[in-house]
């Protein structure tokens, strides 16, 4: 169930399962249930990424509403029975929408918190430059004994220029950790002001 928290209250919060911060503004848990929102509205939360296919349910989207939170869904099959492959391409509009920092503070989640939102995790590590050992020890340290050698291989395979090729009007760059960790800034940049500058020639 996860870490019981008290607020200022005394009323009971209670995290999503394997609920866990990725970074200032960026959290991953498991399917949130109403008796999770109370814990959930401490974060302040702009946006959800949802990684499964099935509908949200109507009482949590009351819920996002009355919070004025936005749910972003990516539907990602979790069929193990036969195996569905990750789609590349959601994956890479999920990663879009999570490294928009004008949609944090963001939630990641899809049933069990494990294997598509650890995919997706990995890959903002490859954005990241973190190194390749490092991403996959903690995919496997949150999906625990159930982790998927396909899921390594897709983080490994995953090809990170795409997403830096889709970015047309923001520029998405990372300052050093220090105490807060790495912090995602963005600025924006007209391209085609850019492209139609003159060239130097080579005298």
């Given at each position: 169930?996860?870490?019981?928290?008290?607020?200022?209250?005394?009323?009971?919060?209670?995290?999503?399962?394997?609920?866990?911060?990725?970074?200032?503004?960026?959290?991953?848990?498991?399917?949130?249930?109403?008796?999770?929102?109370?814990?959930?509205?401490?974060?302040?939360?702009?946006?959800?990424?949802?990684?499964?296919?099935?509908?949200?349910?109507?009482?949590?989207?009351?819920?996002?509403?009355?919070n004025n939170i936005k749910l972003?869904?990516?539907?990602?099959?979790?069929?193990?029975?036969?195996?569905?492959?990750?789609?590349?391409?959601?994956?890479?509009?999920?990663?879009?929408?999570?490294?928009?920092?004008?949609?944090?503070?963001?939630?990641?989640?899809?049933?069990?918190?494990?294997?598509?939102?650890?995919?997706?995790?990995?890959?903002?590590?490859?954005?990241?430059?973190?190194?390749?050992?490092?991403v996959l020890e903690e995919y496997?340290?949150?999906?625990?004994?159930?982790?998927?050698?396909?899921?390594?291989?897709?983080?490994?395979?995953f090809d990170v220029l795409r997403?830096?090729?889709?970015?047309?009007?923001?520029?998405?760059?990372?300052?050093?950790?220090?105490?807060?960790?790495?912090?995602?800034?963005?600025?924006?940049?007209?391209?085609?002001?850019?492209?139609?500058?003159?060239?130097?020639?080579?005298?």
């Open positions: 169930m996860g870490l019981i928290v008290d607020d200022s209250d005394g009323e009971v919060l209670i995290p999503p399962p394997n609920f866990s911060m990725v970074e200032d503004g960026i959290y991953r848990s498991g399917f949130p249930q109403l008796e999770n929102f109370g814990f959930l509205s401490t974060l302040n939360l702009r946006s959800i990424i949802y990684l499964c296919p099935e509908p949200y349910p109507e009482d949590n989207l009351k819920s996002l509403q009355s972003f869904q990516f539907g990602i099959e979790g069929k193990t029975d036969p195996p569905t492959p990750m789609p590349k391409d959601t994956v890479l509009s999920a990663l879009r929408v999570l490294v928009d920092v004008r949609n944090h503070p963001i939630l990641i989640h899809c049933k069990r918190g494990k294997h598509r939102t650890g995919c997706l995790v990995g890959c903002l590590r490859k954005v990241q430059n973190w190194c390749l050992s490092s496997q340290k949150c999906a625990g004994l159930k982790w998927r050698q396909r899921d390594l291989r897709f983080i490994e395979d997403l830096k090729q889709c970015l047309y009007s923001i520029i998405y760059q990372y300052n050093g950790y220090g105490l807060k960790r790495r912090k995602l800034l963005y600025q924006e940049e007209n391209v085609v002001q850019e492209q139609q500058k003159p060239q130097a020639t080579k005298g």
